[in-house]
């Protein structure tokens, strides 16, 4: 009979069930707690009612949160073992790896918002932070620089003159 090529005392022998399920478990509700942060402050600055909408900001958001509320609890799972020595390090990694993930998510977030409402002639158009070329934006005269939180509203051209070309 052929001896097995692992021992069974090797730290890698045993897979509990419930204490992967309970470590991917206690992740998932900190990764909910820290989307739901996120999501604050998407849609409490970023992208408020109706920009949401328009802008297509809630599913980018979604997007990036599904993946990242999904992919840590499970890696959680398949690296946790209390007898491993170097447990605390890999979920560090994963931490590590997940707040990067959302970071890059969120700067994505950030350059796809609305700064913009502008009236042109006829209607409303939301100008989103990618819009503007970086190079372009000392040039803006005083009061439409691209708002840093929220959006600004604006004309692109006089009132009277929308006016005057609806009457007709």
């Not at 022998?13 to 942060?37: E, K, M, P, T, Y």
């Not at 707040?99 to 100008?127: C, I, K, N, S």
């Not at 840093?148 to 006016?163: I, T």
Request: glycine share 6%; aromatic share 10%.
């Amino acid at each position: 009979m052929q001896q097995p090529s692992v021992s069974l005392d090797h730290h890698t022998a045993s897979f509990d069930w419930r204490a992967r399920a309970r470590a991917a478990g206690i992740h998932l509700a900190l990764s909910a707690v820290v989307a739901v942060l996120a999501g604050l402050l998407v849609f409490a600055l970023w992208y408020p009612y109706p920009y949401r909408e328009i802008s297509g900001g809630r599913e980018l958001f979604l997007l990036v949160v599904a993946v990242d509320v999904v992919l840590g609890p499970l890696l959680t799972f398949a690296v946790f073992n209390r007898a491993k020595p170097e447990l605390r390090r890999d979920l560090a990694v994963i931490v590590a790896l997940q707040l990067a993930g959302l970071a890059y998510g969120l700067w994505t977030v950030q350059l796809a918002r609305p700064v913009h409402m502008v009236f042109e002639y006829d209607r409303f158009r939301v100008v989103h932070r990618v819009d503007i070329p970086a190079e372009l934006e000392p040039l803006a005269p005083a009061g439409l620089e691209v708002a840093p939180w929220g959006r600004r509203r604006c004309s692109r051209c006089a009132p009277s003159a929308a006016r005057r070309k609806t009457r007709r």
